[in-house]
């Protein structure tokens, strides 16, 4: 069977059909700057790159053009829309409704609707995505997939802030955590790794993009995750400060005569290794920068790697132990450099490094020489294809 996996953003929309069988792409694509005027990028596996600007209003605009790419004599990769068996949705906040996957109905819809507080710039446009699909696809089952549902596990002690607990009674503020699909996929497979697939198990999945969060997992259960309310928490990120003083909220917006909303703003978008180095937010920048002696864009990266650090710590201690640590995502898989940073905390658990594992990049590799007694490994992460296989297994 055909699954179709949609990840629809304000203005975006990216899709993967996917071949549940051989869990192979079958085409993969990308609607850009849907309500201001619009482009496909359309890739069918084994034939060439298909591109129109072409005018896109709204979202089932999109949908309509990129089932009409798929079906295309041309370009596209199956005959009619009878081939797609079902649908998957990345959805972005799932609140506390949803700890798992669902199939959707209406009831999913305005649950899903309800969270739009939650993350008012994702889930309304995850919604117009599912609606755009119902309309042109009516009859096909659809399934909604949640960034936050891996982490419903979390106990209290771990999501509850130091806060009037009315404020999580009456508005929900706690912490949700993110990338869950992500942290999921990973930490199966590093339990499979392991050995440790049923039974008692600890480990760390650090995903290190572009956003980045490290989730302790412990039986198999998101424990703990170092994203919260937001995904502004946490790790320093590209662009995003991670966790900070609250009080510097409030500092800047009277020091800079700015809003609340303006010093989010600020946090979200000009800060992490981007605002500390003044060079970029790509790590790959930062290392060149870095190695030509920028300072700024060297202490970005040592400040990266000790947050990192430290949050695995925390995370060890909280669960007595780790059996193992995955790093995955852009720069967990790719960057060489900053897991050595990173790893170079590590010998307290017993952890040694490959250097020659370490070199390599994009693939699946165990980073620990056979002797250490902590086990670290690059697990690259698919996050369509575990949209794919939740979809499946939902509508068999
Ligand atoms: P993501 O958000 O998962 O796509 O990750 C983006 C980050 O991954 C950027 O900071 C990139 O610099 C980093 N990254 C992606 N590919 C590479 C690569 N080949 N080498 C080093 N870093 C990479």
């Known amino acids: 069977m055909n699954i179709f996996v949609v990840n629809c953003g304000s203005s975006s929309l990216k899709y993967q059909l996917i071949d549940s069988v051989t869990e192979k792409v079958i085409a993969k694509g990308l609607c850009e700057r849907i309500g201001i005027d619009g482009k496909l990028t359309h890739n069918p596996t084994g034939k060439d790159k298909f591109e129109e600007t072409v005018d896109m209003p709204d979202h089932k605009t999109a949908v309509s053009l990129v089932l009409k790419a798929l079906t295309d004599e041309a370009h596209g990769v199956i005959k009619d829309l009878s081939e797609i068996g079902a649908v998957g949705h990345r959805i972005v906040h799932g609140g506390e409704k949803f ?125 703990d995750t170092s994203m919260g309310f937001t995904p502004l928490d946490g790790l320093i990120m590209g662009t995003r400060s991670g966790s900070i003083d609250p009080a510097v909220v409030q500092y800047l917006a009277s020091k800079l005569d700015i809003s609340l909303d303006e010093v989010i703003d600020i946090l979200n978008k000009k800060s992490g290794v981007d605002g500390i180095s003044g060079v970029s937010s790509d790590f790959r920048d930062l290392e060149s920068a870095s190695n030509d002696g920028n300072e700024r864009a060297t202490v970005a990266l040592e400040m990266f790697a000790y947050r990192a650090a430290q949050y695995i710590g925390s995370y060890a201690a909280a669960m007595n132990g780790v059996d193992a640590i995955a790093f995955t995502a852009g720069i967990g898989e790719n960057n060489a450099t900053v897991r050595k940073m990173i790893c170079s905390y590590l010998g307290y658990l017993g952890f040694e490094l490959d250097e020659e594992a370490n070199s390599k990049r994009g693939e699946e590799i165990m980073l620990s020489t056979a002797d250490s007694k902590l086990k670290v490994y690059v697990i690259p992460t698919n996050e369509e294809l575990a949209i794919a296989r939740e979809t499946l297994e939902l509508i068999k």
Do not use: W
């Open 99 to 223: 700890a798992k996957s669902v199939v959707i109905d209406d009831g999913v819809m305005a649950a899903i609707e309800e969270c739009n507080d939650l993350a008012p710039l994702h889930n309304p446009a995850n919604l117009i995505g599912i609606s755009a699909c119902k309309a042109l696809m009516p009859q096909t089952p659809m399934v909604a997939v949640f960034d936050t549902a891996f982490h419903q596990t979390m106990p209290k002690k771990a999501y509850l802030y130091g806060v009037p607990y009315e404020y999580y009674n009456d508005y929900k503020v706690r912490k949700y955590g993110f990338h869950g699909t992500s942290h999921s996929f990973v930490s199966k497979r590093l339990l499979q790794l392991i050995g440790k697939e049923s039974g008692p198990s600890k480990v760390i999945i650090c995903h290190l993009g572009n956003g980045s969060s490290i989730t302790a997992v412990k039986d198999g259960c998101s424990v």
